[in-house]
């Protein structure tokens, strides 16, 4: 892995983290300096061949890290997916509160079925 592309690797999962969607080809082409789309696509090509991004081909933003990737700049895979519901509310609160979340909204809905 070159330097260009571990700081485009951080950069990326930086970018995701703190705004929950994946980064542009023109937010990746302001934060590496560079004003050639077609660098930065080579440059994305690249790491999709040795396994360091996914790129879904055809779709805006589809950019995004894989483990191997994220490994590389010592940060974990994705979080595991809980199941909330199964969450007593002692347990969602510490979760919400672990995560430094300050709200968190719990709506239980329960649809009657229509008679026929």
């Known amino acids: ?17 703190k705004r929950g ?3 542009s080809f023109t937010d ?20 999709v061949d040795e396994g360091l991004v996914f790129k879904r081909s055809n779709v805006a933003r589809s950019v995004e890290l894989t483990e191997k990737g994220l490994a590389l700049i010592g940060r974990a895979g994705p979080a595991p997916k809980i199941d909330l519901k199964s969450l007593s509310d002692a347990e969602l609160t510490v979760l919400l509160m672990e995560a430094k979340i300050e709200f968190g909204l719990r709506v239980d809905v329960m649809l009657a079925e229509k008679a026929a």
Do not use: N, P
């Open 1 to 17: 892995m070159t330097e260009k592309q571990a700081l485009l690797l951080r950069f990326l999962a930086d970018f995701q983290a």
């Open 21 to 23: 969607f994946t980064a």
């Open 28 to 47: 990746m082409m302001v934060a590496m300096g560079t004003k050639s789309r077609g660098c930065m696509h080579a440059m994305i090509l690249r790491m």
